[in-house]
């Protein structure tokens, strides 16, 4: 077996992403040596059990994506300013509209989002504006995005406000969420936000990470493998994170077949967080071995939208069984069934 192995990050950013390239190369041959048990055949009995326990832990994040500004307009105990301030704020998040983020924030805003536990990222007005500039320039649904703002506390003197709340983000692919406290001050009969801080949230549970895959055939996601992270990086501020992603779905396929290269694209709907253990692995069950190829992988930093990308090729007999596995932390949050052909 050979394997060989490419990381590439960009600079932590609530809009950025980390790639890890891996190229693994998967030969069926008498020189392999199975590895621990974790990799055997899955019985059917153990696949189903598995969709189970995840499907109860995913209830409660699906269960919590809701919105709470409907409830709270029609509440009198709230300040219906602010409750239509924040509805502007979440119009502009989902609609990708700088020009009114522009008019709303003051000219000493500060954005600050959490990247590891000691360390975050702070962007002026002008950095902030300048890194979305483009948001404007692509028509929905080629940026679609979903917000809800969730449970709110609203503290306010008239003149100064501060919100504490929680915001998620839905795509196609992924779902982020957000502990976020937002600054306001009044600027005559408007409020104007003068500081907005983001702290990632994940799920308690590992089996509640949805994770999916692409199986796209070499030379068919689009770009070369080292231009595809930073044209992801690009269009995932002016067309959302989904695009590159539903380029490569046009050429995704259900069946790896035998000597030919393939980039087996694992997509987590939710980024691990920082120090998690991520090891995706495929493995190929023989009549009297198994034999695994997978990587280990350490989550650094915070990152919003977290692809893993396995270059496979399958020396050997075709109709070969076949596992895609991958864990978090040791708890597998997939087990698949890869067909080979």
Known sequence: MILKSLMSASGPSLLSMKWLLVGLVATLCSACVAVDTKWNRPTKTAVRLHTERVSEARAELVDGFRDTLETAAANPDFDQEIVRFLQAHKSALQAYDIDAFAGFITDDFQRTTVVDQDTAKVETRAQFLNARKTWSREPP?????????????????????????????????????????????????????????????????????????????????????????????????????????DEAALSSQDVLRAMRWYNLVIIF?????????????????????????????????????????????????????????????????LIEPIVTG
């Open 141 to 245: 649904p080629r940026r679609n995005a979903r917000y809800a703002i969730g449970d709110m506390e609203v503290s306010a003197n008239g003149v100064h406000a501060s919100v504490h709340l929680s915001i998620s983000l839905e795509t196609k692919y992924f779902t982020t969420r957000s502990l976020v406290q937002l600054a306001l001050r009044r600027d005559g009969p408007d409020w104007k936000l003068t500081d907005s801080s983001w702290i990632p949230l994940h799920p308690r549970n590992a089996l509640a990470n949805d994770v999916t895959y692409l199986l796209v055939p070499d030379g068919k996601l689009g770009l070369p493998l080292d231009s595809f992270k930073a044209s992801f990086d690009a269009s995932a501020l002016t067309q959302g994170p989904d695009r590159l992603l």
């Open 269 to 333: 709907k939710e980024a691990p967080p920082p120090g998690a253990v991520i090891e995706p692995g495929m493995t190929y069950h023989q009549p009297t071995k198994n034999f695994t190829f997978s990587v280990r992988h350490v989550v650094r930093e915070e990152t919003p939208f977290f692809v893993m990308i396995l270059r496979t090729f399958l020396h050997g007999p075709p109709k070969v069984r076949a596992t895609l596995r991958v864990f978090i932390d040791n708890v597998p949050v």
